[in-house]
Structures are given as structure tokens and as C-alpha cells.
T-cell receptor, first 115, second 111 residues
Framework: GAVVSQHPSWVICKSGTSVKIECRSL??????MFWYRQFPKQSLMLMAT?????????EQGVEKDKFLINHASLTLSTLTVTSAHPEDSSFYIC???????????FGDGTRLSIL | LAKTTQPISMDSYEGQEVNITCSHN???????ITWYQQFPSQGPRFIIQ???TKVTNEVASLFIPADRKSSTLSLPRVSLSDTAVYYC????????????FGQGTELSVKP
């Protein structure tokens, strides 16, 4: 149980385009979802916390107009990287939380490459 | 959220027991200790969580001394497939689940 699915797993696009990444909790309802970014050989960096039906809370230094997060239902959150540039190339990972007293369950990440 | 310190890397051989220690001197009363495993190009996978003393599951044990300022993840009889990065995290479960990842420990298991 507790499966989190991310789509797509890998995307390449041209500079200036917008890219949407989906995060779904397949067998549970997620009260909260989180988005992380990970550069090569580095740790995960929390970008934002998302609760269903409300605005996401962004970590310091993360541009909310650049990284649009929508959490429309208890099983789906989306991250849209707007007007992506090469420096946005990274590994984006989502996680979902069913109950606050339980561990987070992570998706398998999305590799984003901007040319 | 308490800061954690772990060794950057560790080497081991197949069949050995591996112990990875994490320091968290500023751990708060309500904080839990959670360990995750991450393989390249994958999301982290939950291993074990504890509050005090010892916790054991089918893959690992977690030892937490009385002062809770450190914890040790113990992996019995590692195999090549245990080569991964291991993260120790400390935080309140009722903080909405927010996790701040440290640098992790890169474990390399050799034949």
C-alpha cells in the first residue's frame, strides 16, 4: 500500500516552455503533499508544502510564480515549471502524507532537462 | 526542525552488519527520528521510525539512547543492493509532516 505515482518520469523540453508534473497517491488520500528538488550528488531540497484546496506554502527562496502548485484533490497535486530555463533542470520529487503521524511516501521523481 | 549530522560516506562488504550513526543534538521533546533510503534516480523509501530505545522491523533496527541526541541505523547482513544513500531526519510528526533532508550517508557495499 501507500503508493505515490509521478508522471512523467522523464521530460526534455526547450527553454521557455512550461512543464507540468503530476503527483498522485494511488491507494490513499493525501492530506498534504510536498514537492522537492534534487540536483546531482546533492540532498533533497523542500520546495513547497501543498494542502488540498488551499494555496501552497513555499520555502524561502522558491519563486511561487515560477513553480506553480495545484492540489485540486486529495489524490492529485501538480507542479508546473513555468517558462523553464536550463538552470531549472533537476530531479523533482513529490511525496504524500496520509496522516500527520505517519511517514511521507515518495514518488519516483521526474527528471527534467531543459535545452 | 533539528539539524542532523551523518557521515558522508561508508564502505562495507556483503554479509556485514552496517551501523550508521546520526547526531541530532538539538532534538526536541516531540521530535521523531526517521530514516529513508534513496537509490539513484528514485524517490526516497521509508525504512524505519522511532522515538526512543529500540525499534526493529523486517529490514533494519533503530537504536536511540536515552538522551536521544543521536541514533543508529543498523542494517544486518548487507547485500550489494543495499548500496544507496541513507538519510536521517528529525521532526515532529504533527508539524504537518515537513521534512528537511540533510546530506545523507552514501553507503557502498562491495562484494
Amino acid at each position: 500500500g501507500a503508493v505515490v505515482s509521478q508522471h512523467p518520469s522523464w521530460v526534455i523540453c526547450k527553454s521557455g516552455t512550461s512543464v507540468k508534473i503530476e503527483c498522485r497517491s494511488l491507494d490513499f488520500q493525501a492530506t498534504t503533499m510536498f514537492w522537492y528538488r534534487q540536483f546531482p550528488k546533492q540532498s533533497l531540497m523542500l520546495m513547497a508544502t501543498s494542502n488540498e484546496g488551499s494555496k501552497a506554502t513555499y520555502e524561502q527562496g522558491v519563486e511561487k510564480d515560477k513553480f506553480l502548485i495545484n492540489h485540486a484533490s486529495l489524490t492529485l497535486s501538480t507542479l508546473t515549471v513555468t517558462s523553464a530555463h536550463p538552470e531549472d533542470s533537476s530531479f523533482y520529487i513529490c511525496s504524500a502524507l496520509e496522516h500527520s503521524n505517519q511517514p511521507q511516501h515518495f514518488g519516483d521523481g521526474t527528471r527534467l532537462s531543459i535545452l | 526542525l533539528a539539524k542532523t549530522t551523518q557521515p558522508i560516506s561508508m564502505d562495507s562488504y556483503e554479509g556485514q552488519e552496517v551501523n550508521i550513526t546520526c547526531s541530532h543534538n538539538n532534538i526536541a521533546t516531540n521530535d521523531y527520528i526517521t530514516w529513508y533510503q534513496q537509490f539513484p534516480s528514485q524517490g526516497p523509501r521509508f525504512i524505519i521510525q522511532g522515538y526512543k530505545t529500540k525499534v526493529t522491523n523486517e529490514v533494519a533496527s533503530l537504536f536511540i539512547p536515552a538522551d536521544r541526541k543521536s541514533s543508529t541505523l543498523s542494517l544486518p547482513r548487507v547485500s550489494l543492493s543495499d548500496t544507496a544513500v541513507y538519510y536521517c531526519l528529525v521532526g515532529e510528526n504533527n508539524q504537518g509532516g515537513k521534512l528537511i533532508f540533510g546530506q545523507g550517508t552514501e553507503l557502498s557495499v562491495k562484494p
